[in-house]
């Protein structure tokens, strides 16, 4: 199936390709006039609130064009720290851009629960049918900045999977190897690969 990636970030395309196409499908970037597209995201309905408001979203874009009939692709993430019930989740961009990540690490104090976990839903819409998967990254949350790597909480945010840098320490190869991106796409490619009863 030809499936439209409604996401600026071409490593999340790249991603998504990588693993999709090996299914037999196609992925490309979903445009609107070669223009950023800007979603309205109901982040107080979480991840896959978000998701699914996107896919909608999506769908009348290109309802009525040559693009009717392609699959819609959406993934949404964010990271959640232990510290504090379910947040910033949905809100990750907007605390980031808000209070830094100095100000991130300024909330934890010594005696704080240092974990953490970036969860990433997926969401795959063609016709009546829709796919929803999930992935998570276990970690916690490091005591200073490291790495220059990846984008958001990376410098942060050391992965249990890891060898004990943060995410912005790694090259995106060895990082998209553990990723929660990663584990939402494979576990969509499972879920193409099982015949609809």
Not at 112 to 126: F, I, M, N
Request: charged content about 25%.
């Amino acid at each position: 199936m030809r499936i439209l990636f409604a996401t600026g970030n071409a490593d999340k395309i790249n991603e998504a390709a990588q693993i999709l196409e090996e299914l037999g499908h196609s992925v490309e970037q979903l445009m609107s006039e070669a223009e950023r597209i800007e979603f309205d995201e109901p982040k107080n309905l979480g991840l896959e609130g978000v998701a699914l408001s996107k896919i909608e979203q999506a769908r009348a874009m290109i309802e009525g064009t040559e693009s009717a009939d392609c699959a819609i692709l959406v993934e949404d993430s964010g990271i959640f720290l232990h510290a504090f019930d379910e947040w910033p989740g949905a809100n990750s961009s907007d605390v980031e851009q808000e209070l830094g990540l100095d100000g991130i690490l300024d909330l934890l104090t010594e005696e704080q629960d240092r974990g953490a976990e970036y969860r990433a839903v997926a969401v795959l819409a063609l016709g009546e049918r829709v796919w929803k998967t999930s992935g998570v990254c276990r970690g916690r949350i490091s005591a200073e900045k490291l790495g220059g790597n990846g984008f958001g909480y990376d410098p942060i945010f050391i992965p249990d999977a890891g060898d004990g840098r943060t995410f912005g320490q790694m090259l995106a190869a060895a990082k998209n190897l553990i990723s929660h991106r990663r584990a939402a796409m494979q576990a969509l490619a499972e879920l193409l690969k099982t015949p609809s009863k």
